[in-house]
């Protein structure tokens, strides 16, 4: 199975960092789709009914990645949709699995660690 992936991080750089590793396995990674904050992905998500899984980032402007989750999670008919979040404030982990986050990445990603936590979800 290939999965969709909802990349969400404001920094351009950082999603461009992503998409490049994930392109290196289209053994497991099908779509990519990119957003700049949690109202983005929101939209994206209430058209696109084909992302499989979301990579998270916590800091960012007009909906950040905590209220973005609450969101998400409300949603019941979300839950089956893995939240991997990627930040770089280690101090966030036990917050954002409180709102419904199922793994958490310290920045910066390494691919030795994301593609790792990506497979863990795949069945």
């Known amino acids: 199975m290939s999965f969709n992936v909802l990349i969400v991080d404001d920094d351009f750089i950082n999603r461009k960092l992503i998409s490049t590793l994930l392109k290196k396995h289209t053994d497991i990674i099908g779509s990519m789709v990119e957003a700049e904050n949690g109202s983005e992905a929101l939209s994206i998500l209430r058209e696109e ?20 989750l609450k969101i998400f999670r409300a949603d019941t008919e979300n839950n089956s949709i893995p939240v991997i979040v990627l930040s770089t404030d ?5 917050a954002v699995f409180n709102y419904g986050a199922d793994a958490f990445l310290l920045k910066p990603i390494k691919e030795g660690e994301l593609i790792p936590a990506i497979k863990e979800w795949i069945t």
């Not at 280690?90 to 036990?94: A, Y």
């Open 49 to 68: 009914n084909s992302i499989n899984m979301i990579l998270l980032d916590i800091m960012m402007p007009i909906l950040d990645g905590k209220e973005f």
């Open 90 to 94: 280690d101090t966030q982990r036990t």
